[in-house]
């Protein structure tokens, strides 16, 4: 049967592209893909039952108090007989036309064509892999899939999610899962291919409202996708349900509640009443929401939800790399992040 450990490592299965090369991960959010080589691939991880070295990212958050992955396997992951795919997820196709400050040349080639306009070293997003996705999925049984969900890149970008989802002869029984940053607006074609879908949820990467949207997701702007929202949720088949993925930093997190305020307000349902839930978690990196400086985590109110979350994370003093990203990319980008963050300019050093 499934794995009692993590679900995921028994009967997930997700497709990556790296170096041309098409990996294959249990999971997202698991760090060691192994080159994929056919639906024996991952047999070595079914019998698992504790941490392996490519769960860190569970395990941390676990470790920081925040609901992982691995926890939500048994709520996501029918019950089935290992090796059994139930879930898979497409992260193969890294066009982007965004340059998000979260972000990097490695999933958006927007931020490669930023790095090569200003002659800045980088490795290149190398995205001829992609055209071998169509030999993989067929030699994996999909035949017990109820769960396909689309990463970027913006997956909305071109067509590669729509060629993956004629994979399933039978889509009343699958559900789809977009995590989008919200500035493509489906076509009617991909709307009516929708609907024929068990569910399809469109998760659109909001980390913040307004200008504080725009600094965070450059160069997108906030009336489109909050445009793009709304008549989404007019035009949208029935089965589509809306989540918000927030990923909290050292410049969002006391702004969270404005967030929270702007969905309670705008777009709490979908327009059968469906509830629009919001999903946070902690950026890493450069924007590592470590890096909040302890003056501001106590400046937050202690019944946000961002609260709990940043100060169950520990603290880290180096900001150097923050600094860094602003003096080299505000000049280019024309914006400031003081008169866009105007709130928690006294928390941080950053001159």
Same mark, same amino acid.
């Given at each position: 049967m499934s794995n009692e450990f993590c679900r995921f490592l028994s009967n997930g299965c997700s497709l990556e592209l790296s170096n041309s090369q098409i990996y294959v991960k249990p999971c997202c959010w698991f760090r060691n893909a192994i080159p994929f080589?056919?639906?024996?691939?991952?047999?070595?991880?079914?019998?698992?039952?504790?941490w392996l070295p490519g769960c860190s990212v569970c395990k941390q958050q676990e470790q920081n108090g925040f609901f992982s992955f691995r926890q939500a396997s048994f709520? #996501?992951?029918?019950?089935?007989?290992?090796?059994?795919?139930?879930? +898979?997820?497409?992260?193969?196709?890294?066009?982007?036309? !965004?340059?998000?400050?979260?972000?990097? !040349?490695?999933?958006s080639t927007l931020w490669g064509k930023e790095l090569k306009r200003f002659?800045?070293?980088?490795?290149?997003?190398?995205?001829?892999?992609?055209? /071998?996705?169509e030999d993989a999925l067929s030699s994996l049984d999909l035949s017990h899939v109820?769960?396909?969900?689309?990463?970027?890149?913006?997956? +909305?970008?071109?067509?590669?999610?729509?060629?993956?989802?004629e994979?399933?002869?039978?889509?009343?029984?699958?559900?789809?899962?977009?995590?989008?940053?919200?500035?493509i607006y489906p076509t009617l074609?991909?709307?009516?291919?929708?609907?024929?879908?068990? +569910?399809?949820y469109f998760e659109a990467s909001l980390d913040g409202i307004g200008k504080q949207f725009d600094y965070i997701r450059w160069p997108l702007k906030w009336d489109l996708v909050?445009?793009? +929202?709304?008549?989404?949720?007019?035009?949208?088949?029935?089965?589509?349900?809306?989540?918000?993925?927030?990923?909290?930093?050292?410049?969002?997190?006391?702004?969270?509640? /404005?967030?929270?305020?702007?969905?309670?307000?705008?777009?709490?349902?979908? /327009?059968?009443?469906?509830?629009?839930? #919001?999903? #946070?978690?902690?950026c890493w990196g450069t924007w590592d929401l470590s890096k909040t400086p302890l003056s501001l985590r106590n400046a937050i109110l202690p019944n946000s939800?961002?609260?709990?979350?940043?100060?169950?994370?520990?603290?880290?003093?180096?900001?150097?790399? #923050?600094?860094?990203?602003?003096?080299?990319?505000?000049?280019r980008r024309k914006n400031n992040w003081k008169e866009t963050f105007p709130e928690i300019v006294k928390y941080f050093n950053l001159d």
């Amino acid at each position: 049967m499934s794995n009692e450990f993590c679900r995921f490592l028994s009967n997930g299965c997700s497709l990556e592209l790296s170096n041309s090369q098409i990996y294959v991960k249990p999971c997202c959010w698991f760090r060691n893909a192994i080159p994929f080589n056919g639906s024996e691939t991952l047999k070595t991880l079914h019998d698992t039952d504790s941490w392996l070295p490519g769960c860190s990212v569970c395990k941390q958050q676990e470790q920081n108090g925040f609901f992982s992955f691995r926890q939500a396997s048994f709520q #996501i992951v029918p019950d089935l007989p290992d090796g059994k795919i139930t879930t +898979l997820d497409i992260n193969l196709d890294f066009e982007c036309n !965004a340059a998000c400050i979260i972000c990097n !040349a490695s999933s958006s080639t927007l931020w490669g064509k930023e790095l090569k306009r200003f002659k800045i070293d980088h490795t290149p997003t190398d995205l001829t892999g992609k055209d /071998r996705i169509e030999d993989a999925l067929s030699s994996l049984d999909l035949s017990h899939v109820s769960r396909v969900k689309f990463f970027g890149g913006e997956p +909305l970008f071109n067509d590669l999610h729509v060629k993956v989802l004629e994979y399933f002869p039978e889509p009343k029984n699958v559900e789809i899962w977009y995590t989008t940053n919200a500035s493509i607006y489906p076509t009617l074609d991909v709307l009516d291919l929708w609907a024929k879908f068990k +569910l399809v949820y469109f998760e659109a990467s909001l980390d913040g409202i307004g200008k504080q949207f725009d600094y965070i997701r450059w160069p997108l702007k906030w009336d489109l996708v909050e445009k793009n +929202l709304f008549r989404l949720k007019n035009e949208a088949p029935v089965n589509l349900l809306f989540r918000i993925n927030h990923t909290l930093n050292p410049f969002n997190v006391f702004y969270y509640d /404005r967030m929270v305020e702007w969905v309670d307000t705008h777009f709490a349902t979908n /327009r059968l009443g469906d509830e629009t839930e #919001i999903n #946070i978690h902690p950026c890493w990196g450069t924007w590592d929401l470590s890096k909040t400086p302890l003056s501001l985590r106590n400046a937050i109110l202690p019944n946000s939800s961002a609260f709990k979350a940043v100060n169950n994370t520990p603290l880290n003093t180096d900001l150097s790399s #923050i600094s860094d990203f602003i003096k080299q990319w505000e000049p280019r980008r024309k914006n400031n992040w003081k008169e866009t963050f105007p709130e928690i300019v006294k928390y941080f050093n950053l001159d």
